[in-house]
């Protein structure tokens, strides 16, 4: 399941379900525009796990759940807490995220 949040409910989304993966993304950056479309195609190959797009200047407390300090920021929460991220603009990267967090 791909979604991009309209508000600053992160919280919820991660207490729901058991893993969540997240992108921590800015209207104006640009590896975070390169990386969406790759961000949606590991959602639809997931589709029983929450892929969330979160802005990032936008939901502050939704952000405070990481650490970012760089965008894209790439997040895995399993079981309501934080298990892994990775700063990158590499697919191959964020698959290895997905698949510890399934794994």
């Known amino acids: ?4 949040i309209e508000k600053d ?7 729901e379900n058991e893993i969540v993966v997240v992108q921590y993304a800015a209207s104006w950056c640009g590896n975070c525009r390169i990386m ?5 195609m590991l959602a639809n190959q997931h589709e029983n ?22 965008l894209p920021t790439f997040a895995t929460f399993k079981n309501g807490a934080l298990l892994n991220q990775s ?17």
């Open 1 to 4: 399941m791909f979604q991009e």
């Open 9 to 15: 409910n992160l919280t919820e989304i991660i207490a």
């Open 36 to 40: 969406k479309p790759k961000f949606k």
């Open 49 to 70: 796990i929450p892929f969330i797009i979160v802005d990032a200047e936008q939901f502050p407390n939704s952000r405070k759940l990481a650490k970012v300090d760089n």
């Open 87 to 103: 700063q990158t603009n590499k697919a191959e990267v964020l698959a290895e995220l997905v698949q510890e967090a399934i794994q």
